[in-house]
């Protein structure tokens, strides 16, 4: 590359950043394509790993269903093993395919008009059990007479039970979780239902707000982290709520729980 | 109650499983990998259902059945199976004729209680 020299005569040192410029436009050029080759290597192996994954998860189920033959208690408790190892691996893989169709831009939505409060109703009775388990208090609070929106109605659910999932997860037994929809009272942004699920779980520092829906980052990344996953679940989140010109974010207190925010425009931006 | 299933599915470890979980069943159970093989064994064969993968080595395993319906020999039911479940691919599947849309993995007794359902209506 050539070197710019302060003192050079001038039409040498503007021949000189142009070259730099070119060279710099064909390095950007270069990466771009490299990520490009990667994402879709990632959608690939993604995609393929799912269909062993398949055939295992298939095989066990038969067993446990009795279907080749009735099974111990022992080895029932075996293959249950296998199946949910396996289940919670195929969920990992389905999102990092999620990711990597997002990243490539191969992600789409399919709008139909309903109601925030269904798909409310229908992540809390998902969600459960799994409130059950750790023992938290679950609240649903929905605005009476809330407009329907025109979304990406599995995107949504999908964004809700994320943000629900990680507030059950990093929330000691006993604690709150919460969820509520409004009208957003932002008044520069077009109208939107705006959904916050909380929390009084352990809480993210402000130094990290950003970084949570980052992919691929989590906040305790050691080998020692007690919450495991992908690490892509936020940034998914981030990605379907673009996807709609939606906003999202998070209010947090280190120790003291978190409040994550997201919007979704009553209707599809022109 | 025992039929006759074509399972189209280009992933030997899945349709080994398929195979064993059918038979096990008491049902009669053919095997293609392609689009081409799979329009050839429908059309000597007659399958009561038709299991067909979505997503075919380079191929789109709907164009299985768009072939069969042109000339008559789509069979009794037929019914998607796909790794991805989205809107789009949903109504890719039922508007090219297929009964319904399964997610892999598709459990056991899920889909031998199904096959009963279907072959019942």
Redesign the interface.
């Known amino acids: 590359m050539t070197r710019v020299y302060p003192d050079a005569p001038a039409d040498a040192r503007v021949e000189a950043l142009e070259e730099q410029n070119v060279h710099l436009a064909r390095v950007i050029a270069e990466l771009r394509n490299q990520d490009a080759l990667k994402t879709q290597f990632l959608a690939n192996i993604s995609h393929d790993l799912r269909t062993p994954l398949t055939a295992v998860i298939t095989h066990a189920e038969i067993m446990r269903d009795g279907i080749l033959g009735e099974l111990t208690d022992r080895q029932a408790e075996s293959i249950t093993g296998i199946i949910s190892g396996g289940r919670q691996l195929l969920d990992m893989v389905s999102e990092i395919l999620t990711y990597a169709r997002g990243a490539a831009n191969q992600l789409t939505l399919a709008r139909t008009e309903f109601t925030v409060e269904s798909v409310v109703e229908q992540v809390a009775v998902m969600s459960h059990s799994l409130v059950g388990r750790k023992e938290h208090a679950l609240s649903v609070d929905v605005e009476p007479e809330l407009p329907s929106v025109y979304a990406d109605r599995e995107k949504i659910a999908h964004v809700l039970a994320n943000l629900l999932g990680n507030a059950i997860d990093f929330t000691p037994p006993g604690g709150r979780v919460w969820i509520a929809a409004r009208l957003s009272r932002d008044a520069r942004a077009p109208a939107a239902v705006e959904i916050e699920v909380g929390d009084t779980g352990i809480g993210i520092a402000p130094e990290h707000y950003d970084l949570v829906f980052r992919e691929f980052a989590q906040v305790d990344a050691s080998a020692s982290r007690q919450h495991h996953g992908t690490g892509l679940g936020l940034a998914i989140a981030r990605k379907f709520v673009e996807l709609h010109h939606g906003q999202i974010w998070v209010e947090s207190k280190l120790g003291e729980g978190s409040r994550f925010f997201f919007t979704v425009p009553l209707r599809a931006a022109p | 109650m025992a039929s006759h299933v074509l399972v189209v599915e280009d992933?030997a470890?899945?349709t080994?499983?398929?195979r064993?979980?059918l038979e096990?069943?008491g049902h009669r159970v053919s095997v293609a990998a392609t689009v081409r093989d799979a329009v050839s064994t429908a059309r000597t064969t007659h399958p009561d259902v038709m299991l067909l993968d979505v997503t075919l080595q380079q191929e789109d395993g709907l164009d299985v059945l768009r072939e069969l319906e042109r000339t008559g020999d789509a069979p009794r039911v037929s019914v998607a199976l796909t790794?991805?479940d989205?809107?789009?691919v949903h109504?890719r599947c039922l508007a090219a004729g297929c009964r319904d849309v399964l997610v892999?993995?598709?459990?056991?007794?899920e889909l031998t209680a199904r096959i009963d359902a279907w072959l019942q209506e």
């Open positions: 992933s470890l899945l080994n499983a398929l064993l979980l096990v069943t790794g991805h989205s809107p789009e109504q892999k993995p598709v459990s056991g007794a």
